[in-house]
């Protein structure tokens, strides 16, 4: 069985800063994990994936993610938040044996001026 | 490129009235496709995923129901709306190698009265 999880339902941090979003997954296998994002009234919109490779996958709007095999995690990440990056984001995983993916709860970014 | 089209937007039904929900993928052949729902802007529900015409799977037993009667064309319908089947449907589509990510559409929000 695969699950995800992001265990801050908010996140808040001052525009400039650094942010960063957290997502731990089980799966039984080797993962394929996703980062998405989601504006209101919107659906959601593909940021970065992880398949193989290098741990660190650069996505769109200047978003990371760091692959931890051993922490089991894939943490989102910016070097520097806008106020446009407020919105709710979206873990993914999916074992490659899967069907399907299973989604986290999301987690609402807000980026103060 | 691919476009994934869903309508309505938004819809006002009454208890007991059936649904139809229609989704269309332009620009690809044979994808996986995907309705879920989503409840108060949090997490994703997923309801039916399709990986060809004709094959449903269904995630969780419900009175709703789901139809490809296209190889791009995807549709959830229900008899009888019931006041819990409110919220916000979102359909999504894939290419079938499963290291690829998800495709949303901008979704329907449903409310039931």
């Known amino acids: 069985a695969q699950s995800v999880a992001q265990p801050e339902d908010q996140v808040n941090v001052a525009e400039g800063n650094p942010l960063t979003v957290k997502c731990t997954y089980s799966v039984s296998g080797n993962p394929y994990l996703f980062w998405y994002v989601q ?3 919107r659906g959601l919109q593909f940021l970065l994936k992880y398949i193989t490779g290098d741990n660190l996958v650069k996505g769109s ?4 993610a760091e692959f931890n095999k051993s922490q089991t995690s894939f943490h ?3 070097p520097s938040a806008l106020v446009s990056d407020s919105a709710l984001y979206f873990c993914a995983v999916r074992d490659p044996g899967a069907g399907k993916s299973t989604f986290g709860d999301g987690t609402t970014l807000t980026v103060k001026p | 490129s691919q476009t994934i089209h869903q309508w309505p937007a938004t819809l006002v039904q009454p208890v007991g009235s059936p649904l139809s929900l229609e989704c269309t993928v332009e620009g690809t052949s044979n994808p996986n496709l995907y309705w879920y729902r989503q409840a108060a802007g ?3 529900q997923l309801l039916f995923y399709s990986v060809g015409i004709g094959q449903i799977s269904s995630e969780v037993p419900q009175n ?8 791009r064309q995807f549709i959830l319908s229900s008899k009888k709306l019931l006041l819990s089947d409110s919220g916000f449907y979102l359909c999504a589509w894939s290419v079938s190698n499963r290291g690829q990510p998800q495709h949303f559409g901008d979704g329907t929000r449903l409310s039931i009265l």
């Open chain 1, 76 to 78: 989102l990440k910016k």
């Open chain 2, 64 to 71: 709703l129901s789901a139809s490809r009667p296209q190889d």
């Open chain 1, 61 to 64: 709007y200047g978003f990371e």
């Open chain 1, 39 to 41: 504006y209101p009234n």
């Open chain 2, 42 to 44: 949090r997490g994703l």
